[in-house]
């Protein structure tokens, strides 16, 4: 099952995952401190999900941010979150690894959980190009991913708001892993790959991106006032999540 059959199940529940302790004080922090300052640029969210990131940069002054996503439910959820609260973001549907050539090029592509779900190698490389093609010259690419290399040894997992499992199946790419986010009242699971660190490399450079440049997990101060350091400890050292930068 691809991405867009798992993510049409669950539609604006999704939101909930930014509540998760993980995600509010590890990726959320993160991955907004390695994307930095957006004012006055253009952002392309690729598999923006309900727009969570698309509406973050655009409250923290990006001109122009549209979001792009395989789920129509997603993009219906993320179209109903714009009608409530109107920030003049812009959601269509669309398969990141069939990307046209958009009417612009933008300052600053997202890419958050969006390249583990494409189809093999060959579909790494595609949504790369995709990408790429859409980006400015120099344009930047930021990623956050599961950590091509985790080892499914972060005991502390579940406090954090996950279980996170290998499969057992390989692909050409790397390892199958379903993940599960711990809401409540309803867990949600979802299958994913987790490409090597060379695939990824190999893939954004054949795309025509450089300077790619690999950027840990942290934990935001609120986190650590919230749950104390010892909390964090075994996340920090053994992070299931890591985020990379590169440039068109």
């Given at each position: 099952m691809g991405g867009q059959q798992q993510y049409d199940g669950i539609g604006e529940a999704f939101e909930g995952f930014k509540s998760l302790p993980m995600i509010r004080h590890g990726e959320?922090?993160?991955?907004?401190g390695m994307v930095g300052d957006v004012s006055g640029a253009s952002v392309l969210d690729l598999a923006c999900g309900t727009g969570f990131y698309s509406r973050e940069f655009k409250r923290r002054g990006a001109k122009d941010v549209f979001g792009v996503d395989i789920s129509v439910e997603m993009i219906a959820a993320a179209r109903e979150i714009e009608k409530r609260d109107p920030l003049g973001v812009r959601y269509e549907v669309g398969d990141v690894a069939e990307l046209p050539l958009l009417g612009r090029r933008y300052d600053i592509a997202l890419g958050v959980q969006?390249?583990?779900y494409a189809e093999g190698i060959a579909g790494?490389?595609?949504?790369c190009r995709s990408i790429h093609q859409n980006l400015v010259p120099g344009g930047e690419f930021f990623v956050l991913a599961q950590r091509p290399d985790y080892a499914f040894d972060c005991t502390s997992l579940p406090a954090y708001g996950f279980r996170c499992e290998p499969?057992?199946?390989?692909?050409e790419a790397g390892s199958r892993v379903r993940v599960t986010a711990l809401l409540d009242p309803?867990?949600?699971s979802i299958v994913s790959t987790i490409p090597r660190r060379e695939v990824y490399e190999e893939c954004l450079r054949a795309a025509?991106?450089?300077d790619v440049e690999w950027v840990p997990l942290q934990v935001s101060e609120a986190g650590l006032r919230e749950f104390g350091e010892d909390f964090w400890a075994?996340?920090?050292e053994k992070p299931p999540l890591v985020m990379l930068r590169c440039r068109a």
């Open positions: 959320v922090p993160s991955f907004l969006c390249l583990n790494i490389e595609r949504m499969t057992g199946e390989e692909t309803e867990p949600i025509g991106f450089k075994d996340l920090l």
